[in-house]
Antibody, heavy 120, light 108 residues
Framework: QVQLVESGGGVVQPGGSLRLSCAAS????????LYWVRQAPGKGLEWVAY????????FYTDSVKGRFTISRDNSRSTLYLQMNSLRAEDTALYYC??????????????WGRGTMVTVS | EVVLTQSPATLSLSPGERATLSCRAS??????LAWYQQKPGQAPRLLIY???NRATGIPARFSGSGSGTDFTLTISSLEPEDFAVYYC??????????FGQGTRLEIK
């Protein structure tokens, strides 16, 4: 079954840390770029981070640069988001997604159900 | 940063009617524009990518068009399950990848 399953969310105090995980199955994980996208309660979608298929390149939205780190373990088909120095404005449902294109960036064609992060 | 402005914010229509949703970019995104549908409590679902390509499993009543700065998502005949929030997204000039603020399609 083709799916992404996020975990690791929870309630954390401002300044704290969390590590999100996203387990993938049903597709050749190591050939797709991956992304994290978040959605604050009642708000729209916000792209957070990107990682190349081999992990050699990453990009972040400005508000998380220096605080969040995206990484992947292709041997475990798992994507990660290490979140440090968390702020109230990081409170959101965090989704992992994959590119529609094999080997390059593209629209997000597969989404997990999300994991909720609350900073309070 | 490319700003995407969606209009209208809310669209009230009846099943069977045609829906036309607009997305305008603050600068050209060429054809690198996608559309997503999101229902309450669910993850977004990719409908259209690169302006006009339907994603896997998306019904033919959904179509996308446009280029440069002006894009349209058309739903030819609304089904009850189509009432949701729709987002456009660009991936031409990034980072950051940006989304529009969404259009809520509601039952009239």
């Amino acid at each position: 079954q083709v799916q992404l399953v996020e975990s690791g969310g929870g309630v954390v105090q401002p300044g704290g840390s969390l590590r999100l995980s996203c387990a993938a199955s049903g597709f050749t994980f190591n050939t797709f770029v991956l992304y994290w996208v978040r959605q604050a309660p009642g708000k729209g979608l916000e792209w957070v981070a990107y990682i190349k298929s081999d992990g050699s390149g990453t990009f972040y939205t400005d508000s998380v640069k220096g605080r969040f780190t995206i990484s992947r373990d292709n041997s475990r088909s798992t994507l990660y988001l290490q979140m440090n120095s968390l702020r109230a404005e990081d409170t959101a449902l965090y989704y992992c997604t994959k590119s529609v294109y094999q080997g390059g960036d593209g629209a997000f064609d597969l989404w997990g159900r999300g994991t909720m992060v609350t900073v309070s | 940063e490319v700003v995407l402005t969606q209009s209208p914010a809310t669209l009230s229509l009846s099943p069977g009617e045609r829906a036309t949703l607009s997305c305008r970019a603050s600068q050209s995104v060429v054809s690198y524009l996608a559309w997503y549908q999101q229902k309450p409590g669910q993850a977004p679902r990719l409908l259209i990518y690169d302006t006009s390509n339907r994603a896997t499993g998306i019904p033919a009543r959904f179509s996308g068009s446009g280029s440069g700065t002006d894009f349209t998502l058309t739903i030819s005949s609304l089904e009850p399950e189509d009432f949701a929030v729709y987002y456009c997204q660009q991936r031409y000039s990034w980072p950051p990848i940006t989304f529009g603020q969404g259009t809520r399609l509601e039952i009239k």
